[in-house]
């Protein structure tokens, strides 16, 4: 009885033993490079917004006249109170910081022991709205002085714009947008198998407060 069973077992045998080397040469052959696809999934972030902020100012101007002259052989400067004319206007900005991936390439990936770095595109900066409150518009006009012209408030408003550009320096906007644009990376790197101790987000230098001006971008 056992000697019919003896051949069936043998070939149970040999068909387990090819099943277990297919199994074992599976992984090399479904080994694929993983860069390419991580190109295509970061690039899909395409402009990716990492943060926004709303400035309110309040624009103010003063325009005074003075009488300059000299009298025995001394300078001096008169200031002329009834000629003097002050404009305050209170506005409010929109501005936000992305970052744009549609270039996103792999320079931008580095990989070493197992660890990666996305080297972030440089971060840029839009001014997408500016609104001036004009019921709140303060004026104070001598009757000696004519009235504010609409292209004197036009330029007032144009160094309030500027001047709000100035403060971005000091609202820590650049490390912002990376440590948002992290936040949504890294968890398209961990489906992608790497842990978050394994993932360095970094943009290309340590950018400045001089470097505020230069990634100051015109929204489309």
Not at 38 to 61: A, G, N, P
Not at 101 to 130: C, V, W, Y
Not at 176 to 205: D, H
Request: hydrophobic share 40%; with cysteine.
């Amino acid at each position: 009885m056992r000697a019919r069973h003896f051949p069936f077992y043998l070939l149970l045998l040999l068909l387990c033993a090819c099943g277990q080397k297919n199994q074992e040469a599976e992984p090399e052959t479904q080994a694929v490079d993983t860069i390419p696809m991580m190109v295509m999934q970061i690039q899909k972030c395409s402009r990716l917004y990492t943060s926004e902020y709303q400035l309110h100012k309040i624009v103010t101007f003063n325009d005074s006249m003075s009488l300059n002259g000299s009298f025995l052989q001394k300078d001096f400067k008169i200031d002329l109170p009834m000629w003097r004319r002050k404009l305050a206007i209170p506005m409010t900005a929109q501005v936000k910081a992305f970052v744009d991936f549609s270039k996103f390439s792999e320079k931008n990936i580095k990989r070493h022991d197992g660890r990666i770095e996305i080297i972030l595109p440089d971060p840029q900066i839009a001014m997408t709205s500016t609104q001036i409150d004009h019921e709140e518009i303060k004026k104070k006009v001598s009757f000696l002085r004519s009235n504010f012209t609409d292209e004197e408030m036009t330029h007032i408003q144009q160094q309030g714009r500027a001047d709000i550009i100035r403060s971005l320096s000091r609202l820590g906007i650049i490390e912002n947008a990376r440590q948002s644009a992290a936040r949504q990376l890294i968890p398209i790197l961990a489906q992608m198998g790497y842990e978050e101790s394994q993932i360095t987000i970094t943009f290309r230098k340590k950018f400045t407060l001089a470097d505020i001006p230069t990634l100051i971008r015109k929204i489309d």
